[in-house]
């Protein structure tokens, strides 16, 4: 028998990726609880492991496994060709949002309303326990406040939050500390992979967005430990955010997002409830690895057969015989 990994750019990868992307959101949909990071990494993992272009070929001789042989579809190459198309798209996409961040870092307003906010950065990160500095920029049509993390930590805040109370910046200090004290930037770079690898499957986009929307339950959290008796306060921070046309706080995790950070916010006592983390990521690993074994190709012995055979026969014909000692 033989085993191995190879890449594949064929439907085997296509079919696969969709099936586990789509059983992956539903695994993330029966999650319901908070305050687990482990299973919104392990679900990276996973998700990036299902969407690269590989696939697993093994077996005995003789034997196929796979739901239909390699190359036996002549769309692979249209396939190719639609997927790089989309790939470049994303890729110019994604660089365009860069490159507006970093414009925004660099050439940012940094005013008397900047130092307010980093005042109440400060009290955040000592909350959070975040040592990295900040870099205040205040941005003419930011929808919401957000936090960029690259060789330092650039804290963005719209131009019309002008008018908020130090208490309001506190808090929306806490929720974006909480980003940076899990670590969230990393896995938003995963993700970025994972989006120009399957920009086209819209089962991997609503995973991003449920976890997305974890992550921002994740760091509401910051904002209950750090802020005590304040959860009714940041609701009504959250509504008025969104009544003033700030609806970036409500935009992850489709149009229950919002509606599902309220609930756990006015009753973190119910956070916890639903499958546990552990049990979900063994049941992902299980059933990718399961996918994994579906879409195979052919053992790989079935390719060196002939090239053995042909080696063989080559030693045992010998074009130059031995002359006998009495010729």
Not at 52 to 79: D, M, N, V, Y
Not at 202 to 230: F, I, N, S, T, Y
Not at 248 to 264: D, F, P, T
């Amino acid at each position: 028998m033989s085993f191995g990994m190879e890449w594949s750019w064929g439907g085997e990868w296509w079919l696969r990726a969709a099936l586990a992307m789509g059983w992956l959101w539903a695994l993330a949909r029966l999650l319901a609880s908070r305050g687990n990071r482990a299973w919104i990494r392990g679900m990276t993992l996973l998700a990036l492991l299902a969407a690269l272009p590989w696939c697993w070929h093994g077996g005995s001789e003789g034997r196929e496994w796979a739901l239909w042989k390699a190359g036996g579809i002549g769309t692979t190459q249209a396939w190719i060709i639609a997927w790089a198309t989309g790939a470049t798209v994303m890729l110019l996409r994604r660089g365009a949002g860069w490159l507006r961040i970093r414009s925004w870092c660099r050439n940012g307003m940094s005013g008397e309303e900047a130092a307010a906010w980093r005042a109440a950065w400060n009290h955040a990160a000592s909350r959070a326990g975040v040592e990295a500095d900040v870099e205040v920029r205040v941005i003419p049509g930011l929808r919401s406040p957000a936090v960029w993390v690259g060789r330092r930590v650039w804290l963005l805040v719209p131009a019309h939050a002008a008018g908020w109370s130090d208490e309001v910046c506190r808090r929306v200090c806490l929720h974006e500390a909480g980003h940076v004290a899990g670590g969230d930037a990393w896995l938003h770079r995963v993700w970025m992979l994972v989006d120009v690898l399957q920009w086209w499957n819209p089962l991997w986009w609503g995973l991003r967005a449920r976890m997305e929307l974890e992550l921002e339950k994740l760091a509401d959290g910051w904002v209950l430990r750090g802020d005590r008796g304040g959860a009714r306060e940041y609701v009504r921070d959250l509504l008025d955010c969104v009544e003033s046309g700030m609806k970036g706080v409500a935009s992850w995790g489709g149009s229950g997002g919002l509606e599902e950070r309220i609930n756990c916010l006015l009753q973190p006592h119910r956070a916890g409830g639903g499958w546990g983390a552990g049990v979900v990521m063994v049941l992902a690993g299980v059933s990718v690895v399961g996918l994994a074994l579906l879409f195979r190709g052919p053992a790989p012995a079935r390719m060196d057969a002939a090239v053995v055979r042909d080696a063989e026969w080559r030693m045992a014909a010998n074009p130059f015989p031995a002359v006998g000692e009495g010729d």
